[in-house]
């Protein structure tokens, strides 16, 4: 299973170190959440997301190397509210979500 952590701390818990924006591989979630329940916890708040490999792809994904109309052409293609991306950054942070 992968994790998204969507907090601005990283967060250490059984030997994984969940990173903020960045995909975490969890080999077995339940044991997990049985020693360290406030993962269950931050997970329920939103804190910390399931994702999917694609997903976990989509974010691994160098945004930095593509241009501008390309990043905008991908926040189009996902649907997401570009009303306030005016920068490269912008963009980037929308697709990463």
């Known amino acids: 299973m ?7 701390r990283v967060i250490f818990a059984g030997g994984y170190m969940l990173v903020p924006s960045r995909p975490a591989e969890v080999r077995n979630y339940d ?3 049985k020693v360290f329940p406030r993962i269950a916890e931050m997970v329920k708040s939103g804190e910390i997301v399931k994702i999917s490999e694609a997903k976990a792809k ?6 930095e190397k593509e241009n501008l109309d390309t990043l905008k052409k991908a926040a189009k293609e996902k649907g997401l509210d570009t009303s306030k991306a005016r920068t490269k950054q912008d963009y980037i942070n929308l697709l990463k979500g």
Not at 2 to 8: E, G, P, S, V
Not at 58 to 63: T, V
Request: proline share 0%.
């Open 58 to 63: 989509e974010i691994e994904r160098n945004f």
């Open 2 to 8: 992968k994790l998204l952590n969507k907090t601005a």
């Open 31 to 33: 044991d997990l959440v």
